[in-house]
C-alpha cells in the first residue's frame, strides 16, 4: 500500500479541488510513494496522535484540521504545530488532511450535523456551480419553540453547553447547519429561510438576531468531530483489510476545556 492508494480513497469522496483557497487541504507532510503500514484518522494533528500512530504501527495519520495553514518560519519543540512536524518526521509518519474538502461535499461535516439532527430534505445552504458547497438546510422532523429546540440539539450532539441567541417562541421548521467557523454564514442561512443556524465560532455581535431568527454556537470540536468517522469509513470501504483505525483519544482531544463555576 502506498500513500497515494490511501489519498486516492480519501479523494474519491473528498476531492482536494473543492477545497477553500486560502484551505491547505492535502498531503502536508510525505511522498505520495512512500509504503504505508497502517493508518490512524484523527481530529487534530498532534505530538500525541503521531505517537499513537508510532504506537498502533501506523507511518500515516489522516485529520481533519490540516497540521500547516500557513508558512513556517520556524520549526522547534516549543511550539504545537512545530513539534508536531518534528515528531511526524522523526517517526516516518506521512500527514494528510481533508478540511474544507471534507466540508464541502454531500455526506460530509454538514451533512452528518443534518443527520444527527434528523432533518429532512437536506440540501446545501451554499452550493457551487459543481453541486458541492457550505453548510446544509433541512427541516426539523416536528416543530419546535426555541428551548426545546435547544434541549433537542444539545441530547442529539451530547453537549455541555451550548451558546445561543435568544430562544425562539413560535415553531422552528426550517435549520439551517455548518460545522465549524459558520459565524460568517448567518445572514446566507437566515435569508435561505432558515428560522434556526447551528454552527459554532460565533461572536458576541452575531447573536443580535433579526426577529424570528435564532443562531446556536455549539462548538468548533462537537460540530465537526464525526467527520473521523466518514474518513475512516472511506479507507476501510476502500481497502476492508488493510490496517486503519479512528484514535483512541478522540473524546480527549478537544482543546477546548468546559469549567463550572462554583462561586
Same mark, same amino acid.
Given at each position: 500500500?502506498?500513500?497515494?492508494?490511501?489519498?486516492?480513497?480519501?479523494?474519491?469522496?473528498?476531492?482536494?479541488?473543492?477545497?477553500?483557497?486560502?484551505?491547505?487541504?492535502?498531503?502536508?507532510?510525505?511522498?505520495?510513494?512512500?509504503?504505508?503500514?497502517?493508518?490512524?484518522?484523527?481530529?487534530?494533528?498532534?505530538?500525541?496522535?503521531?505517537?499513537?500512530?508510532?504506537?498502533?504501527?501506523?507511518?500515516?495519520?489522516?485529520?481533519?484540521?490540516?497540521?500547516?495553514?500557513?508558512?513556517?518560519?520556524?520549526?522547534?519543540?516549543?511550539?504545537?504545530?512545530?513539534?508536531?512536524?518534528?515528531?511526524?518526521?522523526?517517526?516516518?509518519?506521512?500527514?494528510?488532511?481533508?478540511?474544507?474538502?471534507?466540508?464541502?461535499?454531500?455526506?460530509?461535516?454538514?451533512?452528518?450535523?443534518?443527520?444527527?439532527?434528523? !432533518? $429532512? &430534505?437536506?440540501?446545501?445552504?451554499?452550493?457551487?456551480?459543481? =453541486?458541492? @458547497?457550505? *453548510?446544509? %438546510?433541512?427541516?426539523?422532523?416536528?416543530?419546535?419553540?426555541?428551548?426545546?429546540?435547544?434541549?433537542?440539539?444539545?441530547?442529539?450532539?451530547?453537549?455541555?453547553?451550548?451558546?445561543?441567541?435568544?430562544? !425562539? $417562541? &413560535?415553531?422552528?421548521?426550517?435549520?439551517?447547519?455548518?460545522? =465549524?467557523? @459558520?459565524? *460568517?454564514? %448567518?445572514?446566507?442561512?437566515?435569508?435561505?429561510?432558515?428560522?434556526?443556524?447551528?454552527?459554532?465560532?460565533?461572536?458576541?455581535?452575531?447573536?443580535?438576531?433579526?426577529?424570528?431568527?435564532?443562531?446556536?454556537?455549539? &462548538?468548533?470540536?462537537?460540530?465537526?468531530?464525526?467527520?473521523?468517522?466518514?474518513?475512516?469509513?472511506? %479507507?476501510?470501504?476502500?481497502?476492508?483489510?488493510?490496517?486503519?483505525?479512528?484514535?483512541?483519544?478522540?473524546?480527549?482531544?478537544?482543546?477546548?476545556?468546559?469549567?463550572?463555576?462554583?462561586?
Amino acid at each position: 500500500m502506498k500513500v497515494k492508494d490511501i489519498v486516492g480513497a480519501i479523494e474519491e469522496f473528498a476531492p482536494r479541488c473543492v477545497q477553500e483557497g486560502w484551505d491547505n487541504s492535502g498531503l502536508i507532510i510525505g511522498s505520495p510513494e512512500d509504503d504505508v503500514k497502517g493508518v490512524l484518522v484523527g481530529f487534530d494533528c498532534t505530538v500525541e496522535l503521531i505517537a499513537e500512530a508510532i504506537e498502533r504501527g501506523c507511518n500515516m495519520v489522516v485529520t481533519h484540521h490540516p497540521l500547516i495553514f500557513h508558512g513556517l518560519k520556524h520549526i522547534g519543540p516549543g511550539d504545537p504545530v512545530g513539534a508536531a512536524v518534528m515528531a511526524a518526521v522523526k517517526g516516518g509518519v506521512a500527514v494528510y488532511a481533508a478540511h474544507t474538502s471534507a466540508d464541502k461535499v454531500p455526506e460530509g461535516v454538514s451533512w452528518a450535523m443534518a443527520r444527527k439532527l434528523g !432533518l $429532512e &430534505g437536506i440540501e446545501i445552504l451554499e452550493k457551487d456551480a459543481d =453541486g458541492n @458547497g457550505l *453548510g446544509c %438546510i433541512g427541516t426539523f422532523p416536528r416543530p419546535m419553540t426555541g428551548k426545546e429546540a435547544l434541549e433537542y440539539v444539545g441530547e442529539a450532539f451530547g453537549l455541555k453547553l451550548i451558546r445561543s441567541s435568544k430562544p !425562539l $417562541e &413560535g415553531p422552528i421548521r426550517r435549520v439551517a447547519v455548518l460545522g =465549524g467557523s @459558520g459565524g *460568517g454564514e %448567518i445572514s446566507l442561512a437566515e435569508k435561505a429561510g432558515a428560522q434556526l443556524y447551528v454552527t459554532a465560532d460565533v461572536s458576541y455581535h452575531n447573536f443580535f438576531t433579526s426577529e424570528g431568527f435564532m443562531v446556536m454556537d455549539i &462548538g468548533h470540536f462537537e460540530s465537526e468531530v464525526d467527520i473521523v468517522d466518514i474518513l475512516l469509513t472511506q %479507507i476501510r470501504k476502500k481497502f476492508p483489510t488493510f490496517a486503519s483505525y479512528s484514535s483512541g483519544m478522540l473524546d480527549r482531544s478537544n482543546p477546548v476545556h468546559y469549567f463550572v463555576v462554583t462561586k
